[in-house]
C-alpha cells in the first residue's frame, strides 16, 4: 500500500455519503494525495451532519450507505493506489435512545451490562441514585402537568414520549404482556399519580436541561449533554469500540487511525500503546506491514508543550503547525500597536490570559459546575485526613482547586513525571496561590503533593483533574475567549494563543527540525471541520499587522459613517470590531460578495454574540439585540443608505487581498515542503475565506476543482490572473505531484535553514537527502510589497535578502520551469524573478537522488 505522503479529509454524511466520496477518488488520486482522511463512518445519530454522536462504533453508518458503500470506496481507492484513514471517537457516544447501550442503561441503570460502560457516578449527591437526565423542555413537575411527558406504545415497547423524544421504560415498571400496554399505558397518561409512581420507578431521574450543569452524574463531551463519555480503559469497553476499525485494518482496507479528543481519555499514553498493539496484531493476522497504518491524536499543544516521550503514535493531526505558520504570517513587531487599536476600539485593558480566566470561572460555576463538584469530592476522598489534621475544609478546597485550574494553561497532565508536565503545574500553582487565602493556600499545597502521586487514589484524582482540566481549556478559549478578544481574528483559532501574535522564521524552522526528529509523519493542517475560519481569511487578516496604523484609521471610518448615515452599528465596539475584521477577512477573492454572503455573515455574528456569553448566549439568547445587529449587517451588504460604507470596505478589501493571497500561498507552500504530511481539508485547492462551523462543512464545487485539473494557464499568467483560485490549485498540484516523485526527500531530508536578517518578511531553506535538493523561498506579504493588482513582487522591494549556502549545480523551479545554474550564493531576486515565492530542485537527479533521471521527466 502506498506510504503515507498527503491526505486529503473529507466530510461525510447524509448529503456526501461514501459513496458521493468514491466518486471524487479518480480526482483525488489525479490531484496526487496519498490517502483520503474520513470523518466518523460509524453509525451515529439519525441526521448527523459530523458523524461525532456515534450510536454504534461497531458498525458502519446505514446513512452513509453503510458497509456495502464502504466496500465501493474502499475499493475504488485501492484501485488508484490511494490509502484510506478512518477517524475514529473512543471518547464518547450519543446520549440517546438510538444508542443500544446507552438505551440498555436507561432500561437497567446499573444492573445493565452496559452501565460500566459509561463514567456515571451512581452515588452523586441528589441524584437519588439514579441516572440524571436533562432532556425535559421544562421542570418535571411542569411537563407532566401540562401533558408533555406521557407514556406511550410502539411496536416494540411501551416508552416515555417528550415531544420527539421516546424514552425506554424499566422492564420491572410495565406489563410484561404486549396486548396490556395500550391500556396500562391510557391509565398512566389519566392520571398523574400513576404518571408520577412511573417515573419513580426508572432508572433515570427526568429534568429541566437546564439542571444540567449543577446536576447531571455523567461524564459528558465538554458541557453538550447529548454526548456521554465511555471508560474506554475498562477491556470490554475497548474492544467494543475498536472492533470495526481494526477489522477494517486486518482486512486490508484501511490504512490509518485518527483519534478524536485523546485528552479526554482516562490515560491517554496507555490507550495509545494498547491501540497500537493491536493494530499491530491485526496488521499480522491480516498479513500487512504494520509500518504502513497510521495512528494520529488530535491534541492541542500549549506553547512550549510536546506530545508526551513514548506515546505510541505518528504525531497531531497538525494544529500546532496552523498555528506555527499562521503566526509566521504576521509581524511581531506590531503587536503593542494592533493592542492599542483593539483597547481603544473595545475599552477593554485585560490582556487574553485575564479574559479566559475570568470565562473559566464563569464555566466552574455554570456548565462544568457538576464536573468541578466530582472533582471536588475525589479530592476530599484522597485529601480527607491531612485536610482533618489542618483544618481545612470544603470551602477552601473548593477554593484551591478553582484558582489551579483557572491558571491551569495546558490541556491536562499525563504521570506529571516530565518536566514540562511539572513545570506547568508549578507554574498554574504560582499564580493560583497570589489569588488565595491562607487556608486557599495550604489546601493548594496539599493538592500540589497529591496530583503527582502513584498510588491508586492520586491517580484517579490525577485522571479527574485531566477530564475536567481539558473541557475547560477548550470551553474557556476556544468557545468563550476567541470571542471576547479581539486584537486581531487570525489568532482566534484552534491551537493558538492570541497573546502571541507573530513567530520569527528562525522558530518555525526549528519547531519544523523537531517534528522531522521525533514526529516525521505529522499531519500539517492549514484548515479543518473546527477551524473559526478558514486558511486564507487568517492569511488575508494576517496583512493588518503591516499596516496598523491604516488598518486603525480604516475601522474607526467605516463606523462613523455608519453614524453619519442614521445607522450606527448597533454593538459594543469590541463586537463592532470583531464584525469589520470578518467582513475584511471572508470579503470574496472576485470583490463582489455573493447572493448568500449576507446570510453567511449573519449566522457567523449570531454564533460568535452566543459564544462570547455577554451579549447573548446559548441557553438565553437575547433575540432581540441578535436582531438588530443581523438587520445592520443586511443593511451593510444590500441596501442603499449604507453604500458608501460598503463600497470603502470593499476598497480596502481590494487593497491589501493580494499581500493576503501571497499569504496563502506561502503557507501552502510551507505545509508541502516542511517535515510532516501535508493534510488538504476538502475545497481547499481553491481560496478558503470560510467561516466557523458549519460554514466551514459546505459542499465543495468538485467541477470547478477538476476543471483547475486541466488549467493550462502559466505561473506568470496566474500570478495576475489569481482571483479564481487557480493559482492556488496549481501551486497545490505542483507540490503534490513533487512529493509524489521524491517521497524520501520530504519523508526524510535534512532541514537547513539558509541565513536571512532579523525580522526579515522572507523565509529561505533547503531539503536535502542524498543527492536530492529542495530550496523553497516564500516572503510574507505586505500592500507595499504587493501593490497589486497582480501578485507579483514590487520592484523597489524584490530584490530581498542575499541567500548564502545554496545547493550548487543545476536546478529547476517547479512553478515557471526555469532552470538555473546555482553557486552557493545568490540574491532572491534572482530566484524568484518577480514572484512571491519559488521552489527548487536539482535537475541532475530524479526520484529520491537516483542517477540519470531528470526530475523533470
Known sequence: MTRLRATARLQVHAGFDLEAAAAQVPYYAALGVSHLYLSPIAAAVPGSSHGYDGIDPASINPQLGGEAAFRQLATAACSHGLGLILDIVPNHLAASPHSHWWSDVLMHGRRSRHAGWFDIDWEAPGCEGRLWLPV???????????????????????GLRHHGLVLPLSPRSHPLDAAQWPAWAERCNRSVE????????????????????????????????????????????????????????????????????????????????????????????????PEAVTLHVEKILAEGEQLPEGWACDGTTGYDFMDQAGAWLHDPAAAPALSRAWKAASGDTRDFDQIQQDARGMLLRQSLHTDFQRLLRSAQQVLQPRLAEADIGTAALARALAALLRHYRTYRPYSLRDAGERKALVAAAAAARAALDGAGRAALDLLLQALPGQAPAESELRVRFGQLAAPLNAKSVEDTGFYRYFRLLSRNEVGSDPQRLGMQGRELLQHAARRLRRHPEALLALATHDHKRGSDSRAR?????????????????????????????????????????ALVA?????????????????????????????????????????????????????????????????????????????????????????????????????????LVDPDNRRAVDYPARQAWLRDTRSWPALLQDWRDGGIKAFLLRQLLDCRRRHPHLFLYGELQPLSAPARSPWLAFVRRHQTQVLLVIVQRGSPIAMPGPGLNVARDVATGPTLRGLPAGRMRNLLDGRIEHFNETADAARLLAGSPLAVWINEETGRDGQQGTTAAD
Not at 204 to 223: E, I, K, P, S
Not at 263 to 285: F, H, K, M, V, W
Request: glycine share 8%; net charge negative; proline share 6%.
Open 136 to 158: 425535559l423542555d421544562r421542570p418535571l413537575h411542569d411537563a407532566v402537568r401540562d401533558g408533555v411527558l406521557r407514556v406511550g406504545v410502539d411496536d416494540e415497547r411501551p
Open 586 to 690: 471572508a470579503w470574496p477573492m472576485q470583490g463582489a460578495p455573493g447572493a448568500d454572503f449576507a446570510s453567511r455573515m449573519a449566522d457567523w455574528l449570531t454564533k460568535a454574540l452566543r459564544e462570547g456569553k455577554r451579549i447573548s448566549n446559548w441557553s438565553d439568547p437575547d433575540v432581540a439585540v441578535e436582531d438588530a445587529a443581523v438587520q445592520w449587517l443586511h443593511a451593510l451588504l444590500e441596501g442603499a443608505p449604507l453604500l458608501p460604507v460598503r463600497e470603502a470596505l470593499a476598497t480596502f478589501v481590494a487593497r491589501i487581498a493580494p499581500a493576503g493571497a501571497c499569504n496563502g500561498l506561502a503557507q501552502l507552500c510551507l505545509q508541502h515542503c516542511l517535515p510532516g504530511v501535508p493534510d488538504l481539508y476538502q475545497g481547499g485547492e481553491g481560496w478558503d475565506l470560510s
Open 541 to 581: 487578516l494576517a496583512v493588518l499587522s503591516t499596516c496598523t496604523a491604516e488598518w486603525r484609521d480604516a475601522a474607526r471610518r467605516w463606523s462613523r459613517m455608519a453614524a453619519k448615515a442614521g445607522m450606527p452599528l448597533p454593538l459594543p465596539g469590541a463586537e463592532a470590531y470583531a464584525l469589520w475584521q
Open 194 to 289: 400513576r404518571l408520577q409512581a412511573l417515573l419513580q420507578r426508572q432508572h433515570y431521574r427526568l429534568a429541566w436541561w437546564r439542571t444540567a450543569g449543577d446536576q447531571v452524574n455523567y461524564r459528558r463531551f465538554f458541557d453538550i449533554n447529548e454526548l456521554a463519555a465511555l471508560r474506554v480503559e475498562r477491556d470490554e469497553v475497548f474492544e467494543a469500540v475498536h472492533a470495526l476499525p481494526l477489522r477494517l485494518v486486518r482486512e486490508g482496507w484501511v490504512d490509518g487511525l485518527r483519534i478524536d479528543h485523546v485528552d479526554g481519555l482516562s490515560s491517554p499514553g496507555t490507550y495509545l500503546q494498547r491501540l497500537r498493539e493491536a493494530i499491530n496484531a491485526a496488521c499480522a493476522a491480516g498479513s500487512r506491514d
